[in-house]
Nanobody, 124 residues
Framework: QVQLEESGGGLAQAGSSLTLSCAAS????????VTWFRQAPGKEREFVAT????????YYATSAMGRFTISRDNARDTVSLQMNSLKPEDTAVYYC?????????????????WGQGTQVTVSS
């Protein structure tokens, strides 16, 4: 059973940067496509960014495009989400998820494994 754990959340000022990391235990993260989702208070969970198992293909939500970068560190077996130019509307709990296949996925229903989430709060 693969277990995912996010880290790197916290409080940030608008315009600053944060990097979230997703690590796995019980499995090798490089075998799976990994997607970041987020859920703001009172809102549904939404797609942020996804990365193929090979790390060669990525896809971003419009809100993340140009500001966020998803990447893999195979040596550490982690997937990171570099978030730049943060905005107050980026405030949410961020979750990483792994799919059973190596292909990109943007739907929460396609995820097999989930982390517990990490809070990101951006102040104006």
């Amino acid at each position: 059973q693969v277990q995912l754990e996010e880290s790197g959340g916290g409080l940030a000022q608008a315009g600053s940067s944060l990097t979230l990391s997703c690590a796995a235990s019980g499995g090798t993260l490089s075998n799976y496509a990994v997607t970041w989702f987020r859920q703001a208070p009172g809102k549904e969970r939404e797609f942020v960014a996804t990365l193929s198992a090979s790390g060669t293909h990525a896809y971003y939500a419009t809100s993340a495009m140009g500001r966020f970068t998803i990447s893999r560190d195979n040596a550490r077996d982690t997937v990171s989400l570099q978030m730049n130019s943060l905005k107050p509307e980026d405030t949410a709990v961020y979750y990483c998820a792994a799919g059973r296949s190596s292909f990109l996925f943007t739907s929460a229903g396609a995820a097999t494994y989930w982390g517990q989430g990490t809070q990101v709060t951006v102040s104006s």
